[in-house]
């Protein structure tokens, strides 16, 4: 084929390419060691001289194929499966900072990822500075200190379900010379491509969409191959200076464009192993197969679903970008045309028991930690995924305390609306 491939075909064929007689599908490599003939062979392997596999702590076959599908579908250069999204998130940041460096965030994100970067990474010597991602250029610059090494946010984010504005943020990321990292997991590739907008990095937990049925911890890193390291080498000593471990191997001037990832995968896995199973690859490869024929499933449910909860004089107030009147709206169409997700925010009038009391009446959704996936759940954050954050930090994080996050799945909508319906009048 001479023209790139659509994304829907990517979900189908890309990352493994049989040859004859080879298995039709993705194999799963179970195995944690792979056997070469001589020494020299495998000497040449840990000093990063030859490509291949030699223990699957740092990669394995089944991983990369469908490392290489999601790197496909959000058109970067290279990716790399981790055990879980927060270890995406972490080794992101981690493999450009170092102690005694900063970064700047996005408030408005999961509550896990902000204890993990104003809790646990500043534990580490790695600061961060919280911003409110609708501040003007100016202010959200202001954060930006000599040692910032990386502007982050979340497409959508969760549970506030604010839009990014990818271009003010890459502006402004570029401006002070370092990379937008930005998590696409609610939109997935198939919604919004954020390397079209100006980012440079992205970052996914798999196990939501991309995985879609609830039964793989995962995550992922994908790099654009866009941002231009060696231009602030200052910034990156990590990737343009000499690697002692790998005998003063430069990242940036032995691999190019695959400077980032490599390092990511040879250093920060090498010694901190958040490997995804391949198992998990294998489970994950087959939710991908559908992800182009699930998301617009996702999105035309939850636009009925929040278009209904509008119209419900029980309802205090209901978000989802994909309602005319909502905040984010024109951003929405701007960098998600064709849908955003399936995750609706809604308060109920009476506040924080009422929320819960309603949850506590459904029958169809589940009150469950998980989120977009293919059943329809719910969960009341300030309860929940976001129960360690105090009042202050969770209005800081967009969660109003009586939010409900509800992930519409893909089963009928009448179903779904009738569940909501029955719950709201018991």
Sequence with gaps: MNKPMKRGTICVQAGWDPKKGDP???????????????????????????????????????????????AALEGGVAAMLTSSGQAANY????????????????????????????????????????????????????????????????????????????EKFARIAHNHGVPLIVDNTFPTPINCRPFEWGADIVVHSTTKYMDGHATSVGGAIVD??????????????????????????????????????????????????????????????????TLHLRMPRHCQNAQAVAEYLEK????????????????????????????SCGVVSFGLKGGRDIAISFMDHLKLAAIVTHVADARTCVLHPASHTHRQLTDEQLIEAGVRPDLIRFSVGIENVDDIIADIEQALKA
């Design 312 to 339: 419900n004089d029980r309802v205090a107030w209901v978000n989802y970008c994909g309602l005319p009147g909502n905040k984010y709206y024109e951003l929405a169409q701007k960098y998600m045309p064709d849908g």
């Design 224 to 289: 654009s191959g866009n941002f231009d390291w060696e231009a602030h080498a200052d910034k990156f000593p990590g990737l343009c200076t000499p690697d002692e471990s790998y005998h003063g191997l430069t990242y940036t001037k032995t691999f190019g464009k695959m400077a980032y990832i490599t390092k990511a995968t040879a250093q920060l896995m090498r010694d901190l192993g958040s490997i995804q199973s391949p198992m998990n690859a294998f489970l994950l490869n087959l939710g991908l197969e």
């Design 91 to 166: 080794y992101a940041l981690f493999n450009i900072c170092q102690k005694g460096d900063h970064f700047v965030c996005s408030s408005a994100i999961y509550g896990g990822t902000f204890n993990l970067f104003g809790v646990t990474m500043k534990k580490m010597g790695i600061d961060v500075t919280f911003v409110n991602p609708d501040a003007s250029e100016e202010e959200i610059s202001a954060a930006f200190r000599p040692n910032t090494k990386a502007l982050f946010g979340e497409t959508i984010s969760n549970p506030s379900l604010e839009v990014l504005d990818i």
């Design 24 to 70: 039709r599908v993705l194999p799963i490599y179970q195995s944690t060691t792979f056997k070469y003939e001589t020494s020299e062979q495998m000497a040449r392997l840990f000093d990063l001289e030859d490509s291949g596999y030699f223990y699957t702590r740092l990669q394995n076959p089944t991983n990369d194929a469908v490392a290489s599908k999601i």
